[in-house]
C-alpha cells in the first residue's frame, strides 16, 4: 500500500482529487496518510478531517529551520512513502529533502521548464502565458527540489489555449488536467510502473 503525505496551502485540489480516486476504488493501491498545511485555515486541512484523514498544522514563517525538522519527522512518523505538493506555497527545507529525495512530487499549472520559478504560481501562471500569446499550456509534475520548479520532470500534459480564454477560465481547465496527470502518476507509482525513489 502506498502511503502519500499531502502538503496544501489553501484548497489543495489535486490533494482532493487524489483521496476522491481513493474513495471510488480507483487508487486501490494507495491511501493518504497525513495531510498538512503551514496555514491553520487551510481549507485543505477541514476536507481531510471530514475524510478522517490526519492532519497537522506547522507553521513556517520565521521558524524555517524548526518548521523543517518538524514536517521531516511529521512524515517520518506517517510513513510516508510518497510526499505530494497541493498549491503548498513553502520551499521544504534540506532535513525534508534529504529525507524524501526523490518522493516528493509537485504539480504547477504549464508546461515547464516555462513559466515556473518563484512567484510563478495559480492564476499568475495563467495569465502570463495569456499575456505572452501561447496556444498551449498544460500541467506539469516534478520531483521537487532546492529551488522552485527545478526538479526533474516526471509527467506533463498539454492544454490548449482558446482565444476566448481569460486566466479564470484557463485556470479552470488546466486544474483539471492536474488533477487527472497527478492521479496518473500516483497509479503508476501505486502499480509499480514508476519505482520510488524517482
Known amino acids: ?23 471510488e476504488g480507483r487508487l486501490d493501491a494507495a491511501v493518504v496518510s497525513l495531510v498538512v498545511s503551514n496555514r491553520s ?3 485543505a486541512l477541514d476536507h481531510a478531517r471530514a475524510r478522517g484523514i490526519a492532519t497537522l498544522h506547522i507553521p513556517t514563517k520565521g521558524v524555517e529551520d524548526a518548521a523543517d525538522e518538524m514536517l521531516r ?19 521544504l527545507g534540506p532535513k525534508t ?3 524524501f529525495q526523490g518522493r516528493i512530487l509537485n504539480v504547477h499549472p504549464g508546461l515547464l521548464p516555462g513559466y515556473g520559478g518563484p512567484g510563478m504560481y495559480g492564476r499568475r501562471v495563467h495569465q502570463a502565458v ?3 500569446g501561447e496556444a498551449v499550456t498544460g500541467a506539469t509534475i516534478h520531483l521537487v527540489d532546492a529551488e522552485y520548479d527545478q526538479g526533474r520532470i516526471i509527467a506533463a500534459e498539454e492544454v490548449r489555449i482558446d482565444p476566448s480564454d481569460d486566466a479564470a477560465a484557463l485556470e479552470q481547465r488546466v486544474m483539471q488536467a ?17 519505482s520510488l525513489p524517482l
Not at 178 to 194: K, M, S
Open 73 to 91: 519527522d511529521a512524515l517520518i512518523a506517517a510513513g510516508a512513502d510518497l510526499v505530494i505538493l497541493s498549491g503548498y506555497l513553502r520551499k
Open 41 to 43: 485555515n487551510a481549507s
Open 97 to 99: 529533502l534529504s529525507a
Open 1 to 23: 500500500m502506498l502511503r502519500i503525505a499531502a502538503l496544501a496551502s489553501n484548497n489543495g485540489s489535486s490533494f482532493r482529487a487524489i483521496a476522491a480516486a481513493i474513495d
Open 130 to 132: 495569456l499575456e505572452a
Open 178 to 194: 492536474e488533477c487527472a496527470l497527478f492521479i496518473q502518476t500516483v497509479e503508476r507509482i501505486a502499480a509499480g510502473a514508476l
